[in-house]
């Protein structure tokens, strides 16, 4: 059934091509806007997706509580829907993450459990200790975890992002690059658009300082929603084709220039996605298309300093 209300906002973001990035020798960039659903980020979808999926296998009652530990901005897309469909939301979550992100799940009615944080950026140990947390929470209230990193929901989610891209973007989409956090919209996304283009790259993107996809070892870095520190359990490794590594600082200064100079307002993570998109764009050439999304909106990261 189609949803009704606030929640049709939903998906069916634009898709555009970014001028500016790449040279004309290089392939074009397009840009899937997700800060253009209702709370500024694509995880409205995924939201949605584990809600009304627990809703309609009966996982979740009427009326239960909603568990989560997220970073904000999958708590801030919760908050809006449990919301919408009664569920009261518990938050576990932690300082290091923008504040905006924050205050935007309690404005959304979110109870919110707080972690401290060491300063310095995203440690490793920090998800396995939110994820046990919000455990205890759920037992301890009778709650629905949504458990984001072991949700096979998350993967439909993101489905129609790429069915509406196959319709949005004209001609061949020959790689597809997105940040990878629970891995949710790299599979999704990445199998939907692999029915349509066979022989699509599918690049997966991750801290340089975090290498867990390349083999490497999780590390501390300030690319906010992307590298958890351990391999997502959704993801396969049928589900990407090769790995891009960005260092956190470059993925800082790609976010300040998209904004200044391309207009693209957003967030670390799809400042990580630009700078991996730019580099495929110059090793495929004139002629081909690379898709990457916008995360979220640079209003979520206002207050952290990332602009300044």
Not at 30 to 44: C, R
Not at 47 to 66: D, F, K, N, S
Not at 228 to 256: H, K
Not at 257 to 266: H, K, P, R, W
Request: net charge negative; hydrophobic share 45%; charged share 20%.
């Amino acid at each position: 059934m189609a949803e009704q209300g606030l929640l049709a906002g939903i998906g069916w973001t634009r898709a555009v091509r970014l001028d500016g990035l790449t040279g004309a020798n290089d392939a074009e960039v397009w840009v899937k806007l997700e800060a253009a659903n209702p709370t500024g980020s694509y995880k409205d979808r995924m939201a949605l997706a584990m809600i009304r999926g627990a809703e309609q296998t009966g996982r979740l009652r009427p009326g239960q509580i909603v568990v989560e530990a997220t970073g904000g901005s999958t708590g801030a897309s919760l908050a809006m829907v449990c919301a919408l469909t009664g569920h009261p939301l518990r938050v576990v979550t932690s300082d290091a993450f923008a504040l905006e992100k924050l205050s935007a799940m309690r404005a959304f009615g979110a109870d919110v459990d707080m972690v401290t944080s060491p300063p310095g950026g995203f440690q490793p140990e920090l998800w396995p200790q939110l994820i046990e947390l919000a455990r205890l929470v759920a037992d301890q209230v009778d709650g629905f975890a949504t458990d984001q990193f072991h949700n096979q929901d998350v993967i439909n989610a993101y489905k129609p992002l790429g069915y509406e891209v196959a319709a949005q973007v004209p001609g061949q989409i020959d790689a597809f690059c997105v940040s990878v956090g629970t891995g949710g919209c790299l599979i999704g996304a990445g199998r939907a658009l692999r029915q349509r283009f066979p022989e699509m790259l599918r690049v997966a993107v991750e801290p340089a300082e975090s290498p867990v996809l390349s083999g490497g070892e999780p590390g501390t870095h300030q690319i906010e929603g992307a590298g958890i520190g351990f391999w997502p359990p959704l993801l396969e490794s049928y589900d990407f084709d090769e790995v891009i590594s960005v260092t956190s600082a470059d993925a800082l200064e790609m976010a300040r220039v998209a904004a200044a100079e391309y207009g693209l307002f957003s967030g670390p993570s799809t400042g990580a996605n630009l700078v991996a998109a730019a580099r495929l764009a110059r090793r495929l050439g004139s002629g081909h298309r690379v898709l990457t999304v916008q995360v979220d909106s640079g209003l979520k990261y206002l207050s952290s300093g990332l602009f300044e």
